[in-house]
Nanobody, 122 residues
Framework: QVQLVESGGGLVQAGGSLRLSCAAS????????MGWFRQAPGKEREFVAA????????YYADSVKGRFTISRDNAKNTVYLQMNSLKPEDTAVYYC???????????????WGQGTQVTVSS
C-alpha cells in the first residue's frame, strides 16, 4: 500500500502559478505510476495529468496541455504538478493518485490522497 498527502494548494489570481506536491509513503514509490485529478463543485472528478514509473513518459488532459507540467522525484517519493497561466475554470480540489498501471482513467487508480484546494480568482 501507499499513503499520499497533497500540499501546495491555495488562492491565486488568474494568470498566476502554483506548484502542488504529493508526498508518498509506504510501498516503493517508483513501482507506481502517478496521476493528478481534479474535482470542481457539482462536477465529476476528471483527469489532469499522469506520469510513468520512471518519469520518462507523461500525458495531459487537453484543457491543461501547455500550462501544467507533471514531474516526479523518486528519491524524494514525491510527485509534482506545476500549474502556470491559471484560469478560473482550474478551480477545484486537486488529488494525486497512484496505481500499478499508467492510465488516465480514474477508475484504474487504487490509492488516493485527500486533496488540496486550488482557487483561481478572476
Amino acid at each position: 500500500q501507499v499513503q499520499l498527502v497533497e500540499s501546495g494548494g491555495g488562492l491565486v489570481q488568474a494568470g498566476g502559478s502554483l506548484r502542488l506536491s504529493c508526498a508518498a509513503s509506504g510501498r516503493t514509490f517508483s513501482s507506481y505510476a502517478m496521476g493528478w485529478f481534479r474535482q470542481a463543485p457539482g462536477k465529476e472528478r476528471e483527469f489532469v495529468a499522469a506520469i510513468s514509473w520512471s518519469g520518462g513518459s507523461t500525458y495531459y488532459a487537453d484543457s491543461v496541455k501547455g500550462r501544467f507540467t507533471i514531474s516526479r522525484d523518486n528519491a524524494k517519493n514525491t510527485v509534482y504538478l506545476q500549474m502556470n497561466s491559471l484560469k478560473p475554470e482550474d478551480t477545484a480540489v486537486y488529488y494525486c493518485a497512484a496505481d500499478d498501471s499508467y492510465s488516465g482513467n480514474r477508475n484504474e487508480y487504487d490509492y488516493w490522497g485527500q486533496g488540496t484546494q486550488v482557487t483561481v480568482s478572476s
